[in-house]
């Protein structure tokens, strides 16, 4: 089976942690360069990653601040 791409690697991350509650509203994201260590994986993808749970409304992304869980996650 291919491994499914880094970026889908951590929605799905992500979403599970939040969906567990060991992510919890307003809660930090590791930094960019964490996630890029933690996944072993460029800047782009995790950027990537972020924007789209960032459009799907699971968090909240701050020019400068970093990358929060959203107040009210989808369920």
């Known amino acids: 089976m291919p491994r499914q791409p880094v970026y889908e690697q951590v929605i799905d991350d992500v979403i599970r942690s939040i969906q567990s509650g ?43 601040k970093g990358s929060f869980v959203a107040p009210n996650p989808p369920a």
Do not use: F, M, N
Request: a negative charge; proline letters at 7%; one cysteine or more.
């Open 22 to 64: 060991t992510l919890q509203p307003g809660d930090k994201l590791p930094s960019i360069a964490e996630l890029c260590e933690q996944y072993r994986a460029s800047a782009t993808p995790i950027r990537l990653a972020l924007r789209i749970l960032d459009e799907r409304g699971w968090i909240e992304v701050h020019q400068g």
